[in-house]
T-cell receptor
Framework: EADIYQTPRYLVIGTGKKITLECSQTMGHDKMYWYQQDPGMELHLIHYSYGVNSTEKGDLSSESTVSRIRTEHFPLTLESARPSHTSQYLC????????????FGPGTRLTVT | KNQVEQSPQSLIILEGKNCTLQCNYTVSPFSNLRWYKQDTGRGPVSLTIMTFSENTKSNGRYTATLDADTKQSSLHITASQLSDSASYICVVSDRGSTLGRLYFGRGTQLTVWP
């Protein structure tokens, strides 16, 4: 089982609030990712990081921001939540083995009212 | 355009029966193809991963096949169990990026009834 954690698992919050979704992994992986997934739809990459102080935007435009100050920690922040941000957010990290296996966290289900 | 298409979108089978899920992709260049199982409200968990040279790989009751020429893959589940109820996602990685770029299908939602 992968050692990658996300908190909170569920979050219901009002419009305009600032929120931070936490993601941490204890595997020492340099590469980390944030995906957004709506019900019945595919995962969309919104942010990724190659390592400390490296962050890039993914394919799907997102109003969220990320930071990577420590290898093990990759938090995602929304400065002002809106109902359109309601979704599931999945964090992942990738190893450097021959298959570049990607390990996913359990996800955060965000609902903005 | 790099795409991954899965069929069927949803499937209901009785416990103990076998089933096969399909995946077609247009991703190029091709690095590997993965099948993930995603339980409701959880993150995906890897079942199998196959490179260009592999055409079949098993993981317990799960057997994946790959035809890199026709760009098709299948996931066969044998003697299904209630715990197999989940979404099964086909993911293809390209070789053209150090990012480890992954292309995700929408998944097949499998429901196993007792």
């Amino acid at each position: 089982e992968a050692d990658i954690y996300q908190t909170p698992r569920y979050l219901v919050i009002g419009t305009g609030k600032k929120i931070t979704l936490e993601c941490s992994q204890t595997m020492g992986h340099d590469k980390m990712y944030w995906y957004q997934q709506d019900p019945g739809m595919e995962l969309h990459l919104i942010h990724y990081s190659y390592g400390v102080n490296s962050t890039e935007k993914g394919d799907l435009s997102s109003e969220s921001t990320v930071s990577r100050i420590r290898t093990e920690h990759f938090p995602l922040t929304l400065e002002s939540a809106r109902p359109s941000h309601t979704s599931q957010y999945l964090c992942a990290s990738m190893d450097t083995g021959p298959n570049y296996e990607q390990y996913f966290g359990p996800g955060t289900r965000l609902t903005v009212t | 355009k790099n795409q991954v298409e899965q069929s069927p979108q949803s499937l209901i089978i009785l416990e103990g029966k076998n089933c096969t899920l399909q995946c077609n992709y247009t991703v190029s260049p091709f690095s590997n193809l993965r099948w993930y199982k995603q339980d409701t409200g959880r993150g995906p968990v890897s079942l199998t991963i196959m490179t260009f040279s592999e055409n079949t790989k098993s993981n317990g009751r799960y057997t994946a096949t790959l035809d890199a020429d026709t760009k098709q893959s299948s996931l066969h589940i044998t003697a299904s169990q209630l715990s197999d109820s989940a979404s099964y996602i086909c993911v293809v990685s390209d070789r053209g990026s150090t990012l480890g770029r992954l292309y995700f299908g929408r998944g097949t939602q499998l429901t196993v009834w007792p």
